[in-house]
């Protein structure tokens, strides 16, 4: 069963995902040879890809001979079946497009709920596919409390080199009970490499913050999002209403070190700011394209400056790029991370699933930000800052977005 629209964020192991249900691939076996079970999971496993992975060359690879390859090798367990999914993806050298086994897969999806367990980082791998790389820390997490912040590399968990570690690898290492201490070998430009020793915790993922704040006599609704959860559309939603009642002027939206997370979640979220306006388009490796839209009913045209950061990835980055682009909103901060790739995921037997990359998104200017990000408006850096200094004097990013929002403030409302 395929489950899509996943912007891919790992958080210590975790995935937010789309659902959307579809029909599953089913596999036709040869009258000439009966596959074993755990050659069927591999078997699907690779019909999935072929079907819908977003490169057409498969990294240049030959994937009909590695079907062929594949098939005269002896599975004799569960495991087996496993580690051949794994080496076949492997050739694909994209970590995002990744063979989850049962317990992985259970925690995917469990945790897309609203809690985690670990220590709070999101997590992707650098642009070689080499070092594991933090796109954000959770905010009020343990690694927020402890410094970590976007773009450190992740060099080792517990003194192990993380270098051959795929993302759910790692999670896996970073996970473990309450209370229990987890150490991370951090490289960072300009500094020297340390360790951080982490206490993982129950982290609640609650991620809107909302309060009215009075600027040189101006009523600011100040919303900070903190990812695209299950819970975000409904918070969003309350949020703005009730600053509404409360006659803010306008807004700010707070996207820093926002990694992301369901693809539907950022286009609703959209729908709040945008009247009759593309937010986005999906497209496949036929070079389809998809879009979303929003419809007539955006709960304020107020004006509206976003804060993005190095941190702001993935359905931040759509939600930045379609409110850039439709001329809603201007972005303050930093270029964002550049995450614009979209997997999808799919149910396999014994309960063990597949992540793969089937599209690319685009602003509704067509530009592609995977790698690259969106470059704000007003460019304004900022050395990280703690979860008590957001919005705040010591706030630089905050304070060029008031600043910015009052010069549209004093112009005459239409």
Same mark, same amino acid.
Request: aromatic content about 4%; glycine content about 8%; overall charge negative.
């Given at each position: 069963m395929r489950?899509?629209?996943?912007?891919?964020?790992?958080?210590l192991g975790v995935c937010a995902v789309g659902i959307a249900t579809f029909l599953s691939l089913g596999l036709v076996n040869s009258p000439a040879f009966a596959f074993t079970e755990q050659q069927k999971l591999v078997m699907e496993v690779w019909r999935?890809? !072929?079907?819908?992975y977003l490169d057409e060359t498969f990294n240049h690879q030959n994937w009909w001979f590695t079907r062929e390859k594949t098939l005269k090798r002896p599975l004799n367990s569960w495991d087996d079946a496993y580690e051949e999914a794994q080496a076949m993806l492997q050739k694909l050298d994209d970590p995002y497009t990744r063979f989850l086994p049962p317990e992985q897969y259970q925690s995917l999806q469990t945790n897309t709920s609203g809690e985690?367990?670990?220590? +709070?980082?999101?997590?992707?791998?650098?642009?070689?596919?080499q070092h594991l790389q933090v796109i954000a820390p959770i905010v009020g997490s343990p690694a927020e409390r402890a410094g970590v912040s976007p773009?450190? #590399?992740?060099v080792a968990i517990n003194?192990?080199?993380?270098?051959?570690?795929?993302?759910?690898? #790692?999670? #896996?290492?970073?996970?473990g009970p309450a209370g229990t201490i987890v150490t991370l070998g951090i490289e960072r430009t300009g500094l020297e490499p340390f360790e951080v020793n982490l206490t993982r915790e129950l982290i609640?993922?609650?991620?809107?913050?909302?309060?009215?704040h009075s600027e040189n006599g101006h009523s600011v609704g100040y919303i900070r999002l903190g990812q695209f959860n299950g819970n975000a559309v409904v918070d969003i939603r309350t949020a703005l209403t009730e600053l509404e009642q409360q006659n803010a002027a306008g807004y700010i939206l707070d996207l820093r070190n926002n990694p992301g997370g369901l693809l539907q979640a950022g286009i609703e979220i959209a729908r709040l700011w945008l009247d009759d306006s593309t937010i986005?388009?999906?497209? !496949?490796?036929?070079g389809i394209l998809e879009s979303f839209d929003a419809g007539p009913d955006a709960l304020t045209q107020k004006p509206l400056v976003l804060l993005v950061n190095n941190g702001t990835a993935s359905a931040s980055?759509?939600?930045? +790029?379609?409110l850039q682009d439709n001329h809603r909103a201007q972005l303050v901060g930093e270029t964002t991370f550049g995450k614009g790739l979209i997997q999808s995921l799919f149910d396999l037997p014994h309960g063990s699933g597949l992540a793969v990359t089937v599209a690319k998104y685009e602003t509704p200017d067509h530009h592609d930000i995977n790698k690259l990000g969106i470059t704000p408006d007003l460019i304004v850096t900022s050395e990280p800052l703690t979860r008590n200094q957001f919005a705040t004097s010591e706030d630089e990013q905050y304070q060029a977005a008031v600043e910015t929002l009052e010069q549209t403030l004093v112009q005459p409302m239409t």
């Open positions: 489950k899509t629209g996943l912007l891919h964020v790992v958080l999935i890809v !072929n079907r819908a985690l367990l670990g220590v +709070g980082l999101q997590i992707a791998k650098d642009d070689d596919n773009k450190d #590399a992740i003194g192990v080199s993380t270098q051959s570690f795929s993302l759910d690898e #790692a999670a #896996a290492r970073m996970r609640n993922l609650n991620p809107v913050f909302s309060e009215l986005v388009y999906t497209v !496949n490796r036929q980055e759509i939600l930045a +790029g379609a």
